[in-house]
């Protein structure tokens, strides 16, 4: 089945910018999506289809796909967007949905 | 505005089943272009795809949960369901319902989450 495999922590200074990885065979052929999420709350989509901002997401947050690594990149990191990040792909030849083990973002 | 809701026990013994339901409201989960999924989330940990299902009651699931798991819609009701059989401590899990548009592979909404605790 197919694996994603993201970095288990990422720690940034407010203002400056995190990147987040998320790692897969051939990943570049496939929709990588972002969610955030919040400690006792549900996960929200923060970019879809790689790089699509759902409305209400700050321009601050981006993504990119490409070979074997998807990235959410967040500039001018503020002290709220501190959350586990998680990507999410669907698996076509499985038709069945895999998410990475998630990114815990610590702004320091 | 359309809104997932799940209910069901919040605690369950071990080697029981797992029953859980997820409650659609503003809007009808028999219109098509929809898949309906279970997602869960052990205590500390990252999320898992459980399965979906589709109006038309088409399902698939995760390989790792397909001999214990079934998910059933009722549309009159306009809900889905969850059971999960022969649970352990390892199925204490938040359990959370979401929505993906078919011609999409992301889940564009969830449910709040619910938290079910499996022991004696």
């Known amino acids: 089945s197919y694996v994603l495999t993201q970095p288990p922590s990422v720690s940034v200074a407010p203002g400056q910018t995190a990147r987040i990885t998320c790692g897969g065979n051939n990943i570049g052929s496939k929709s990588v999506h972002w969610y955030q999420q919040k400690p006792g709350q549900a996960p929200v989509l923060v970019v879809s289809?790689?790089?699509d901002r759902p409305s209400g997401i700050p321009e601050r947050f981006s993504g990119s796909n490409s070979g074997i690594t998807a990235t959410l990149t967040i500039s001018r990191v503020e002290a709220g967007d501190e959350a586990d990040y998680y990507c999410q792909v669907w698996d076509n030849s499985s038709d069945r949905s895999v998410f990475g083990g998630g990114t815990k973002l610590t702004v320091l | 505005q359309l809104q997932l809701q799940e209910s069901g026990s919040g605690l369950v013994k071990p080697s029981q089943t797992l029953s859980l339901t997820c409650a659609v409201s503003?809007?009808?989960?028999?219109?098509?272009?929809?898949?309906w999924s279970w997602i869960r989330q052990p205590p500390g940990k990252g999320l898992e795809w459980i399965g979906y299902?589709?109006?038309?009651?088409?399902?698939n699931f995760n390989p790792s949960l397909q001999s214990r798991v079934s998910i059933s819609i009722d549309t009159s009701k306009n809900h889905f369901s969850l059971n999960l059989i022969s649970v352990t401590a390892a199925d204490t899990a938040v359990y959370y319902c979401?929505?993906?548009?078919?011609?999409?592979?992301?889940?564009?909404?969830w449910g709040r989450g619910t938290l079910v605790t499996v022991s004696s």
């Open positions: 503003g809007g009808s989960i028999s219109s098509g272009g929809y898949s």
């Open positions: 289809d790689d790089y």
């Open positions: 299902i589709f109006h038309n009651g088409r399902t």
């Open positions: 979401a929505r993906r548009n078919y011609g999409d592979s992301h889940f564009d909404l």
